[in-house]
């Protein structure tokens, strides 16, 4: 299994792009926690691009709602006569028929958008306070004897002391391989007389990693609690924006 984690990098070096799919327990999960550690060191320069699980719901919750509310105001044409004798005949009779049962159904749709949008405004508003108090080694693992596996491999990723060296060309002498300063071996028995971070420490820089750029870098994407696209928007109130032509 040791061997597997250590191949990840590779693989996921290959990624154009990170798509998380986001629920309430992403980040309590260790091994979702390790493919973002290493996404981050494989492929620093390409973003994570993140999609919450109730996105499609509350756009396709509201589109139904608004369907529904649209189809209920269309059918008011046969169910109630218009006086068309005078402008106010007109509007009285209006007032009588149409808008007491636009009133109801508005009112009916009303509420489940409601709730449908206070949950969107608990739901990001839960990512974004996850992320901002986000610690590895808090994290859930079915299998115990993982966790101590995927930690080290993300202590790995983040230790300097692992990085390739410092190069300053001079001459003509040949390019030297990227290989480390030293392998983890040698550098877990001489840790504590070096001014290499540790164990705990490169934990910390991983969670300030999640906290800091990651969390800057979700708000620019999807923005705060109180934001949305655009695009799910115009999604969502398509049945108003089409019923404005019938």
């Not at 808090?138 to 596996?149: F, H, Y």
């Not at 300063?181 to 420490?201: A, F, G, K, N, W």
Request: hydrophobic share 45%.
């Amino acid at each position: 299994k040791s061997r597997t984690l250590q191949a990840i990098p590779a693989f996921v070096a290959q990624s154009n792009q990170m798509l998380v799919i986001w629920d309430d327990t992403y980040w309590q999960r260790l091994w979702c926690n390790y493919e973002v550690a290493v996404y981050v060191k494989a492929s620093s320069a390409r973003p994570i691009r993140f999609v919450p699980v109730w996105m499609p719901l509350w756009v396709l919750s509201s589109f139904a709602l608004l369907t529904l509310l649209c189809l209920c105001c269309v059918g008011q044409g046969w169910c109630g006569q218009l006086d068309l004798d005078s402008g106010l005949s007109l509007m009285v009779s209006y007032m009588m028929n149409a808008v007491p049962a636009n009133v109801f159904c508005g009112g009916c749709c009303a509420f489940p958008c409601f709730w449908l949008c206070t949950r969107k405004l608990q739901k990001h508003e839960l990512m974004l306070d996850q992320m901002k108090h986000f610690d590895v080694r808090s994290a859930e693992c079915t299998v115990e004897a993982d966790r101590i596996v995927i930690q080290e491999q993300i202590v790995n990723l983040f230790d300097e002391a692992l990085g390739p060296p410092v190069q300053v060309p001079f001459g003509t002498v040949a390019d030297a391989p990227d290989a480390p300063l030293m392998s983890p071996d040698v550098l877990q028995d001489i840790r504590d007389i070096t001014s290499y971070p540790s164990r705990d420490e490169i934990l910390d820089q991983f969670n300030a990693y999640v906290k800091g750029p990651l969390h800057e870098s979700l708000e620019a994407s999807i923005g705060k609690e109180d934001y949305l696209p655009l695009s799910s928007c115009v999604a969502a109130n398509l049945p108003v924006i089409l019923s404005g032509f019938m």
